[in-house]
């Protein structure tokens, strides 16, 4: 399991430690892992972009710490968007998870996103992977770092510096200039470059 220290640093970090991680759920179908290939990381009161820039409440308690933790948000009123908190307790911070490749039975995967054309459109994208792993509301808060959990983050390899690029974060409107979103070169399951828009006028773990 990835150990818990690893993700109490800033989000910048972190983030790039996630890439090469491996986030795995029990789901009905069977078990589901998949390779963490590009991740989007937040902040809290200086990132205007995060749900927690205005502090704490109710709904982005879990962004406060402990790390390790599950932040899960609907989007668009149609999907939902997994992150892991950051950072010490009481600091806010999360990183989105963007997209994976799938190391578990691709027959299952196939069976959890049948409508996905390539292998590489299983988990590319946020709402994508966290279908995928079949993430909602229910499971927010969950310890990751926890292998009794039914999501858990499984350290990778840490990857070579030379095989990380970063750029602007996907379909943000505010804080769109900051190049936090981190991503493995040549991987075919990063997600498309965005710019932020008025649909796109959300914040984000």
């Given at each position: 399991m ?6 109490a640093?800033?989000v910048l ?9 491996v ?14 290939v590009e991740?989007?990381a937040?902040?809290?009161?200086d ?12 709904r982005?308690?879990?962004?406060f710490g402990?790390?390790?933790h ?6 668009y009123g149609m999907?939902?968007c997994a992150?892991?908190s950051?950072?010490?307790e009481?600091?806010?911070?999360a990183v989105?998870?963007?997209?994976g490749?799938v190391?578990s039975?691709p027959?299952v995967?196939?069976?959890r996103?049948?409508?996905?054309r390539?292998?590489?459109?299983l988990a ?8 995928l792993?079949g993430l909602?509301?229910?499971?927010g808060?969950t310890?990751?770092?926890d292998?009794s959990?039914r ?11 030379s ?6 974060r996907v ?8 190049p936090w979103r981190?991503?493995?070169d040549?991987?075919?399951a ?5 710019a932020?828009?008025k649909r796109?006028r959300?914040r984000t773990g």
């Open positions: 990835l150990d818990r220290s690893e993700l640093i800033d970090p972190a983030a790039e430690r996630l890439l090469g991680c986030l795995e759920a029990d789901t009905p179908d069977g078990t589901v892992a998949v390779r963490l991740v989007e937040y902040r809290g009161a990132d205007a972009a995060s749900h927690s820039h205005r502090g704490r409440t109710p982005n308690a879990v962004m402990p790390a390790g599950l932040y899960v948000y609907f989007v999907h939902f992150n892991v950051c950072l010490s009481g600091e806010a911070g989105l998870f963007r997209a490749e190391l039975d027959g995967a196939r069976v996103r049948p409508t996905a390539t292998d590489a459109e590319r994208g946020p709402a994508r992977l966290a279908s792993l909602g509301r229910e499971d808060g310890d990751l770092t292998p959990s999501v858990r983050l499984v350290a990778g390899e840490p990857v070579a510096p095989a990380i690029r970063r750029g602007p379909g943000v409107a505010a804080a769109a200039e900051l981190f991503w493995l040549g991987s075919p990063v997600s498309a470059y965005r932020g828009g796109s959300r």
